[in-house]
Each structure stands twice: as structure tokens, then as C-alpha cells.
């Protein structure tokens, strides 16, 4: 917008002709409304109090305000929700300069992350990165994240308990960030952990932080990739320890472009297995998207039948998968969505690691997260459904009914954007775009990155 619109200083306003992607109006589109050609309506929001008190056809008049409200006309520009970040892993971020990842390849991300929890994840080290992560997130727009925490067994000698400390760190920005960003946390670690005295141990300290039960479908040390032979025993360990805490899963899955990688479909029958239908989140499940088509579309319709829930994260995967030195990638290294999403298994797409050893790049941004997954996955033509994959679905994962939607009765948590319409939304990053929370405005600037090292900014 060439000059933000000006949100009355009223405990009660309108928005004025806002469009609105009719994938976030999850209590329906208001009667009377009608869809353009990308799915959007045209509409009167009213707020009220922080919250979404009325939705109107534009220049209609609300049932229980008086249309004397003051008003800010947004001229059809786009509303969104604040958007839904449903796999992060908010303590790895912003190590990338001090411990790179020479290759860019998995194993080097791997080995670089191993070296730097060691020697620097400390308490201090991680509020202060978890600190930077969530302002940048809130500054653009973010508002629930969902955080995988590495929990792997500190062995003896190790500088500290590591998933102690980490979870300690992350309750205590669960309970600061309260109110501006709903964090979940996910206990990662090799899933061979589970069949450990130590996998019980850390089952309990997530359950006692109200976590998720989590990690990743390969071995202490090792890679995806391949058939791992205890991975059925594995699963149901892991099963048990959940359904005795009753702590709801979330799984790294088959993050490799071999086809004979196969975890997804073991998740799959483990949880039908334990009766968790509905409870599983699997991210990654790269190597589905080159396995033969009977066997993956077999695959995609258990992870149907079982209710798993399936994160794909474009921009990381795109950057770790088929990466060699000197040869260009020949695939784009990331799960064969639309063919999940046409068997009825819900998808979201989401933005993983952030200026670390597994993707040395992003800014905590779900909206550029979304711009980049519509053109890596050709999720447009048509676009009218893909806002969801960033704001219904992974906030209806996460078990927060109001995240990543406009609704009468929901928060009043949206995103101005100076754009008309979706393909203005994915042409542009909206640097510009403003943020309100609880139907106030923020102020929230970008943290310097001297915030990283507690040097002072030069400007």
C-alpha cells in the first residue's frame, strides 16, 4: 500500500473492503458474498474488543454494530489470518556462521549440528537465538509456531544435559511469548533412542512439558535412507510411550531421495496398529515422490486411512536433496503433495530450519514460506485453496482451532497486505505489509543480527 491504511484508535472499527482468500473463513463465507475467480471475498471485518465481531459482504451494514464505526478502507487489498508455522526447529537457528556446513549436504548438516550443540548450546546460547528466531517471526506475521527440540542423550562427559537444558529454555519462551506466538514443542531424536532407558526418561520429560513425542526415522549416527530392519519394533516402542503419557507424535520421515526408503508406510501401518488415527504428523517424506507409483500410491492411501497428517518443507528440502558438488540437482527434492492431498490426506506446507547447518538461509517468514512452496510444488492454477496449507490445516494440526483463520468469535489476528490478489501476493514478498495482533496494530521491527553476538547496532 502506498500508505498504510489508518486503524481507527476505537475499541471498535471496520475494515473496509478487505479481500479475503475464502480458505481462511473456516466458519463459512458470509451469505450474500461473493467468490472472484481466486477464491477471495470481498468483505466488511468488523473487530471489536481484539476479536472478529462481525463478516459482511463489502458495504453491508453489521447486525449488532452500528455502521457509524469508524472505518479504514482497504480498497480490496488482501487480509490474512496471522499464519501457522507447524515445524521449525527454533534451536538450531542462527548458527550457520559460526559452524557451517561446508558441502550443503545432509551428512555435512548432520556432523556441523552435532559439533555445535556440543560445544556452545548452553542456556544463554539458546534464549538468545530462540529469542531472535520468535521476534522475527512475529514481526512478520507468524502467530503459532511448532518447534522440533533436539533431545538426543548427552554422553558422558558432555558439557551439559542437553535436553534439560533445552527444554527448559523452551518453556520458559513458551510462557514469555505467550499471547504472541503459541508454541508447541516435538522431542527429536534418532528413533532407535526409544528403545533405551533414555527414550523412557526423555518420554517423560516431554510429557511433563507438554510436549510431543517425536524424532526421526533413521539410526544414532546414521542417515535415511534404505530399509531400517528394527524400525517396526521401533514404532511401537515409541507407540507405547506415547499412548502411556498420551502424547500425540510427530516424525521426520524418509528425508532422502532413495526409493527404497520406506518409513513412511511403516508409520503408517504402526499407527492403525496402536489406534492413533488422527494423532501423527510426518514431515519430509521426500523419497515417497520416487518410489514406483503402485507402491507410493499404496503408501499415500494408508497414511489416508490412518489420519497422518503430512509438513512439507520446500525451500530445505529443495536446498539438502540430490545435492552434489559440481552437478545440478535433477529433482526438486520434496513429497509428491497434490497426489497426498487428492487422497484426502491433510497437507501443510511449513518452514523448518533457518540459517543453520540444514539450510543456510530464511528469516522466519511463513508468508515468503508460502510464496515459495506455491512455485516449488505448482501448487497455483488454481490457487483459490493453497492459503490453507498455511493457516486452517497446520493450526487445526496443532489443535488451535482459531490459528490461521478469520472467523466472527476468532482473535482479530491478521496480516494487511499491499496486494489485490493471490497472484500479487506470491509476486512480491510485502516487506511492507502490517500486522495486527488482537486488533491493534504492532510495532514489532526486525531484530538486528548484531542481536546474535550482543553488539550494538550501527543504525
Not at 453491508?60 to 488482501?78: C, E, S, Y
Not at 528466531?133 to 558439557?159: K, N, V, W, Y
Not at 533412542?193 to 517425536?214: C, H, K, N
Request: hydrophobic share 45%.
Amino acid at each position: 500500500m502506498s500508505e498504510p491504511p489508518f486503524l481507527p484508535e476505537a475499541r471498535a472499527y471496520r475494515l473496509r473492503n478487505a479481500r479475503v482468500p475464502g480458505a481462511f473463513l473456516t466458519g463459512g463465507v458470509p451469505a450474500g458474498a461473493i467468490l472472484d475467480g481466486e477464491g477471495c471475498a470481498l468483505l466488511d471485518i468488523v473487530v471489536a474488543d481484539g476479536v472478529v465481531a462481525g463478516l459482511r459482504p463489502a458495504g453491508g451494514t453489521p447486525d449488532t454494530l452500528p455502521d457509524t464505526l469508524p472505518a479504514a478502507d482497504l480498497a480490496g487489498r488482501q487480509v490474512w489470518p496471522r499464519l501457522v508455522d507447524a515445524h521449525t526447529h527454533l534451536d538450531k537457528g542462527h548458527t550457520v556462521a559460526r559452524t557451517p556446513n561446508p558441502a550443503g549436504d545432509f551428512p555435512g548438516a548432520r556432523d556441523a549440528t552435532t559439533v555445535d550443540r556440543t560445544r556452545h548450546w548452553d542456556a544463554e546460547d539458546l534464549r538468545r537465538r530462540m529469542t531472535f528466531g520468535l521476534a522475527c517471526a512475529f514481526a512478520h506475521g507468524t502467530g503459532a509456531i511448532r518447534t522440533h527440540l533436539d533431545s538426543q542423550e548427552s554422553g558422558e562427559g558432555a558439557p551439559r544435559d542437553q535436553a534439560a537444558t533445552t527444554w527448559a529454555v523452551f518453556r520458559e519462551m513458551r510462557a514469555a511469548w505467550a499471547g504472541r506466538i503459541a508454541l508447541q514443542g516435538v522431542g527429536l531424536t534418532p528413533i532407535d533412542a526409544y528403545a533405551t532407558d533414555y527414550g523412557r526418561r526423555l518420554a517423560d520429560l516431554i510429557a511433563d512439558s507438554d510436549g510431543l513425542i517425536g524424532g526421526v526415522t533413521r539410526p544414532t549416527g546414521g542417515l535415511h535412507g534404505g530399509a531400517l530392519a528394527e524400525i517396526d519394533a521401533l514404532l511401537d516402542r515409541l507407540f507405547g510411550l506415547a499412548r502411556a503419557r498420551n502424547l500425540d507424535v510427530d516424525l521426520h520421515v524418509d528425508e532422502t531421495g532413495d526409493p527404497a526408503a520406506a518409513s513412511l508406510d511403516a508409520v503408517a501401518r504402526a499407527t492403525l496398529r496402536h489406534g492413533y488415527e488422527g494423532r501423527v504428523t510426518c514431515g519430509h517424506c521426500c523419497s515417497l515422490a520416487l518410489q514406483p507409483e503402485a507402491q507410493a500410491s499404496a503408501t499415500i492411501a494408508r497414511v489416508a486411512q490412518a489420519g497422518i497428517r503430512i509438513v512439507t518443507l520446500p525451500t530445505v528440502n529443495m536446498y539438502l536433496q540430490d545435492r552434489q558438488r559440481g552437478r545440478t540437482p535433477r529433482w526438486r527434492g520434496v513429497a509428491p503433495v497434490q497426489e497426498l492431498m487428492a487422497a484426502g490426506v491433510p497437507v501443510m506446507v511449513a518452514g523448518d530450519n533457518c540459517r543453520d547447518a540444514f539450510y543456510a538461509y530464511g528469516d522466519h517468514d511463513m508468508l515468503d514460506t508460502f510464496r515459495a512452496a506455491v512455485r516449488i510444488l505448482h501448487l497455483d492454477h488454481p490457487l483459490a485453496g493453497v492459503p490453507a496449507l498455511a493457516g486452517p490445516v497446520p493450526g487445526a494440526m496443532m489443535g488451535l482451532p482459531h490459528a490461521g483463520t478469520i472467523r466472527e468469535g476468532a482473535p482479530a489476528d491478521l496480516m494487511l497486505l499491499p496486494a489485490r490478489s493471490l497472484n500479487e501476493v506470491v509476486a512480491r514478498p510485502h516487506a511492507d505489509r502490517i500486522i495486527v495482533v488482537a486488533g491493534r496494530p504492532v510495532a514489532a521491527q526486525l531484530p538486528p543480527y548484531e542481536a546474535l553476538t550482543g553488539e550494538a547496532a550501527p543504525w
